[in-house]
């Protein structure tokens, strides 16, 4: 759609969504899928799905109901994986089993746990830039710091932050280390095979010498005899690297872009750090870094009139759902104080995101550590940001500010 703001030249037919332009900035473009076309039925062919449901309402009854909207996908062949990833796509109540058997590791106890050594390696990242006056937010910043709390978290050591790096932009973008290959299946497929075999080499270590990390946990969980095994494990390690580094790298970026914008919001909480928690909450609702999520039809379901039929793809389109004004009052309106702010961001029901409060707590360490330093900047003058679709990940972000 060449102007979304342009409401009088809407056509359905034009509407994508998942374009790097309407990345940077989709919230006019949601509420016009919303106002318009709250199911856009596409039919065979198109790239994410052959409906795409904006409304919150909408997405919430999906979510709710899996055994309709199913996360059961044949989707191994895109990602690499040999087998359904866990637990996301698994339906319930197979499903529940596996949360229950992880839950209990992702506490908010637990995570908060990880956040004084990764404020450590916050500012040794800024270190490296900080003199300069400037930075490519992504590439400095966004991209490992997160990698770092996830190898923290599996008790991995950092020296292999490159290659999980690697493993992720091999499964997630092929191009970015390979621009002259044809076959991107095959890379993922060996990218894949690595993985397993990285992560059958750990698990066997860690069932000789079992430890407190995550990867520790996982030999020994255990609820009432049942316990997992080594093929589960491996289809959950898979699923953290895909799920757990992209995510919140694309959510500092937006963040960052937004703050650098909007220097009264940035200011309110340079002044007072105690609004971060709403600040966050506010921002994962209003950017939705992770923009839409897949279904499969289990059955034939009928909404807003129209037809939908066992087998077709649906995508749910969380950001859109996030900034329903029917849902969130002044929902346009970004408000750090917002209160019962129930955003989706990390979904809702049965796969609402396993890793929330690790999330919030990097982004919590990640947003207070760079603003104590860095309270002031803005986008390098003359530079465009560049956002991807899909997961909205800030591939480009040139900031500037002045060092003390
Ligand atoms: C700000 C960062 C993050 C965002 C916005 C986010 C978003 C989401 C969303 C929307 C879902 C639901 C997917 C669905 O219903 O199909 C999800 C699921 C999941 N997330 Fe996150 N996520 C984030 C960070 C993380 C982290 C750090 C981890 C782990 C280390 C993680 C692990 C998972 C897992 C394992 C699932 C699947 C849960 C299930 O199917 O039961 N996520 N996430």
Known sequence: MSDPDDAADFNPDDVDVFTPEIARCPQATYALMRDKCPVLYRGAGMPFGMAIISRFDDVMFALRNPDIFSSAMDVQLALGTERPMIPQQIDPPEQTRFRKLLDPYFSRKRMSALAPKLRAHANELIDRFYDEGECEFDAAFAIPLPCIAFLDLMGLPHSDLDLFLSFKDNIIRPQKNHPDAVDHGLIRADTGKQIYAYFEDVLRERRANPTEDFLGY??????????????????????????????????????????????????????????????????????????????????????????????????????????????????????????????????????RCLGSHLARMELVVALEEWHKRIPQYQIKPGETPVFSAGIREALYLPLVWKPN
């Open 218 to 351: 996982l030999v020994q969980a255990e609820i009432k005899g049942d316990r997992l095994t080594e093929t589960e494990m491996l289809d959950i390690c898979f699923l953290q690297i895909l799920a757990g580094l992209d995510t919140v790298t694309a959510t500092l970026g937006c963040n960052l872009a937004y703050l650098a914008e909007n220097p009264a919001h940035r200011q309110q909480v340079v002044d007072d750090p105690g609004k971060w928690d709403g600040a966050i909450e506010e921002l994962l609702r209003w950017e939705s870094p992770v923009t839409a999520i897949p279904r499969v039809l289990k059955q034939d379901v009928t909404l807003r009139d129209i037809d939908l039929k066992k087998g077709e793809m649906v995508t749910l389109l969380i950001g859109a759902a996030n900034t329903d004004d029917d849902e969130f009052g002044n929902a346009q309106d970004v408000d750090f104080a917002r209160s019962g702010n129930r955003h989706i961001a990390f979904g809702a029901g049965a796969h």
